[in-house]
């Protein structure tokens, strides 16, 4: 891969993280740009796993490997009680595998294609997860705003209940695109039968170097978050815009690379596979897990009340997603579509006060 001299920036970001910590700007550079040929390898590995096990798991091999190093940073996070930037940062996950990530694979495929196309029951059928995350995160922000000082106790007893909902949930969505309905994930016929002659990585291999590439991504990630609240406050921006916004772009770097390269080949099944089963993931498996680790590693435990303004974020990036992905096609004008409402939602971050909207 072309960009494969960027990974001189391992162990720069490693060096100057213990030769330099006072550096911060420097440390985040480092360490983001490291990121981006270790999201390629990821996304090569993960090429090569569908070519042989169909779109739909490489597509949930990707976005369960994508999410660990989110969901490492996030449990860090928890042990220091930092409630807010962890729910900051898993809706700017959400709403980023849904908006830049589906946007930019639909452009980027759209461009060379008049029209591309997917199984549009596979795509309602996650964007359904979605709507029920959406609602799950709506009733206990509703329930604090009504029960006010005295929701504490409550709340939290909603929260464990609602994770083992939300967890279950997943489990048979799993059981839904890996087995009984697993046809509807799978892809086209034409790609898998037109490159499997490409095919030149082992299962073993690849599930080697993506673990690897987790890995490493993982540490990375970890020495960008330490440097992220100095050098984000050296440029200038506030606390809202960097956790739902650059936390969640840099952490799903890897779904970024692999979506829009599978898009590009006119593979949009897997596209999709990966933006929207991302989200789902974080959604219904990497949120309640976290709900239900902090009772054990955080200092206090954390509820499932988002504020306000992350889940009206969460429902207007949901709502508009199955509006665009529900049909089976798409065209380089409908990723602009995902792409603005991405960006004006970035804007509105960027200029607002204070840690979160509210």
Same mark, same amino acid.
């Given at each position: 891969?072309?960009?494969?001299?960027?990974?001189?920036f391992v162990?720069? &970001?490693?060096?100057?993280?213990?030769?330099?910590p006072?550096?911060a700007?420097?440390i985040?550079? *480092?360490?983001?740009?490291?990121? =981006?040929p270790?999201?390629?390898? =990821?996304?090569?590995?993960?090429?090569?796993?569908?070519e042989?096990?169909?779109?739909?798991? !490489?597509g949930?091999?990707? &976005?369960?490997?994508?999410?660990?190093a989110?969901?490492?940073? @996030? /449990?860090a *996070?928890?042990?220091?009680? /930092?409630?807010?930037?962890?729910?900051?940062?898993?809706?700017?996950?959400i709403?980023?595998?849904i908006l830049?990530?589906?946007?930019a694979s639909?452009l980027?495929g759209?461009l060379?294609?008049?029209?591309?196309h997917y199984?549009?029951? !596979? *795509?309602?059928?996650? @964007?359904?997860m /979605?709507t029920?995350?959406?609602?799950? /995160? +709506?009733l206990?922000?509703?329930y604090?705003?009504?029960?006010?000082?005295t929701?504490?106790?409550?709340?939290?007893?909603?929260?464990?209940? =609602?994770?083992l909902?939300l967890l279950?949930?997943?489990?048979?969505?799993l059981?839904?695109?890996?087995?009984?309905?697993?046809?509807?994930?799978?892809?086209?016929e034409?790609?898998s039968g037109?490159?499997?002659?490409?095919?030149?990585?082992?299962?073993?291999?690849a599930?080697l170097?993506?673990? &690897?590439a987790?890995a490493?991504i993982?540490? =990375?990630?970890? +020495?960008?978050?330490?440097?992220l609240?100095?050098?984000?406050?050296?440029? $200038?921006l506030?606390?809202a815009f960097v956790?739902?916004?650059?936390?969640?772009?840099?952490?799903n770097?890897?779904?970024?690379s692999?979506?829009v390269v599978a898009?590009?080949?006119?593979?949009?099944?897997?596209?999709?596979?990966i @933006?929207i089963?991302?989200?789902v993931?974080v959604a219904? #498996?990497?949120?309640?897990?976290l709900?239900?680790?902090?009772?054990?590693?955080?200092?206090?435990?954390?509820d #499932?009340?988002?504020?306000?303004?992350?889940?009206?974020?969460?429902?207007l990036?949901?709502?508009i997603? $199955?509006?665009v992905?529900?049909d089976?096609?798409?065209?380089?004008?409908r $990723?602009v579509?995902l792409?603005?409402?991405?960006?004006?939602?970035?804007?509105?971050?960027f200029?607002a006060?204070?840690?979160?909207?509210?």
């Amino acid at each position: 891969m072309k960009i494969n001299w960027l990974l001189v920036f391992v162990p720069i &970001a490693v060096a100057l993280e213990h030769i330099a910590p006072e550096r911060a700007l420097w440390i985040f550079a *480092a360490s983001a740009l490291a990121i =981006m040929p270790l999201a390629g390898w =990821m996304g090569k590995a993960t090429e090569q796993l569908a070519e042989r096990t169909g779109e739909g798991i !490489g597509g949930l091999l990707n &976005a369960t490997f994508g999410n660990a190093a989110e969901l490492i940073i @996030a /449990l860090a *996070a928890l042990r220091g009680g /930092l409630h807010d930037v962890v729910k900051a940062s898993l809706a700017g996950s959400i709403v980023g595998n849904i908006l830049l990530v589906l946007g930019a694979s639909m452009l980027a495929g759209g461009l060379s294609r008049s029209e591309q196309h997917y199984n549009p029951a !596979g *795509a309602r059928s996650q @964007a359904t997860m /979605l709507t029920l995350a959406a609602i799950a /995160l +709506i009733l206990p922000a509703a329930y604090r705003a009504v029960a006010g000082e005295t929701s504490g106790a409550a709340l939290a007893s909603i929260s464990v209940w =609602m994770s083992l909902v939300l967890l279950a949930v997943y489990a048979a969505n799993l059981v839904f695109s890996l087995v009984t309905h697993r046809a509807l994930f799978a892809g086209s016929e034409q790609h898998s039968g037109h490159e499997s002659a490409h095919v030149s990585w082992s299962i073993g291999r690849a599930v080697l170097v993506l673990a &690897a590439a987790t890995a490493a991504i993982a540490w =990375m990630s970890e +020495i960008l978050v330490g440097a992220l609240e100095p050098a984000t406050a050296t440029l $200038g921006l506030n606390d809202a815009f960097v956790g739902v916004f650059v936390v969640a772009i840099l952490g799903n770097a890897a779904e970024h690379s692999t979506a829009v390269v599978a898009a590009m080949k006119d593979r949009m099944d897997l596209a999709l596979s990966i @933006a929207i089963g991302s989200s789902v993931q974080v959604a219904l #498996f990497v949120a309640p897990l976290l709900v239900l680790s902090s009772y054990a590693i955080g200092p206090t435990p954390m509820d #499932f009340a988002f504020s306000g303004g992350l889940v009206l974020t969460i429902i207007l990036a949901v709502w508009i997603s $199955g509006q665009v992905a529900g049909d089976g096609r798409s065209d380089w004008l409908r $990723g602009v579509q995902l792409l603005a409402v991405y960006l004006i939602l970035a804007l509105v971050y960027f200029f607002a006060p204070g840690s979160a909207p509210r």
